[in-house]
């Protein structure tokens, strides 16, 4: 979303906090790391208060955007902030990061059993820069937390011809009907995309 449809999106109030936020981003932009976290950093954490939850990831990737936020810096604000604040910093990797050494934020959030965070963790920087085994683990883990498939950036690219993937998903959906279990829809679905029958 870019500053325009934000700025439809928040009352004059809103939009000054942007403004100012905004520029201690692009002030920070090149300095060098303080001890203590810049100024705009804690805008980009109290973002939801000021603009409305609903804009907030929004806003946090122009802000990092502004602030030509680095991976030490989306590494700090992940590890420091809470869940809508990690959510926002992993949806802004694929703009922010180009190669994979961010890599660790999304290991970290397929930890997790928060689904927001699970959810952001398998877009499209997931999808070009984990590994097979990794990207495999991170289709189950959704399985298993009820995140939608359809939240697997690049999921029929890179499940089609995946055997291995097959294999796990079939040890899965057996493992759920000798429990008495139902099998997830969305087993069916990437099972169907290896090209494997389900």
Known sequence: MN?????????????AWLDQALAEAAEAAGAPDNVAAPTWELRFAAAGRH?????????????????????????????????????????????????PGALPLIEDALRTNDTTLVEAAVGPYAAGHLDPHAWRHAVLKCLFTGVPVAAVADAERRARGDLELARMLADYA????????????????????TGEES
């Not at 030490?72 to 926002?88: D, I």
């Not at 087993?187 to 995309?193: E, G």
């Open 51 to 99: 603009v409305g939850q609903q804009n907030a990831d929004a806003v946090r990737a122009l802000l990092l955007r502004h602030a030509a936020a680095d991976v030490a810096t989306l590494t700090r604000l992940y590890q420091r902030g809470a869940a809508a604040e990690r959510r926002a910093v992993l949806l802004a990797l694929p703009d922010r990061v180009p190669g």
């Open 174 to 193: 057996s493992e759920r009907t000798a429990a008495g279990r139902s099998v997830p829809d969305d087993l069916h679905r990437v099972m169907n995309m």
């Open 3 to 15: 500053r325009e449809e934000i700025d439809s999106r928040l009352d004059a109030k809103a939009v």
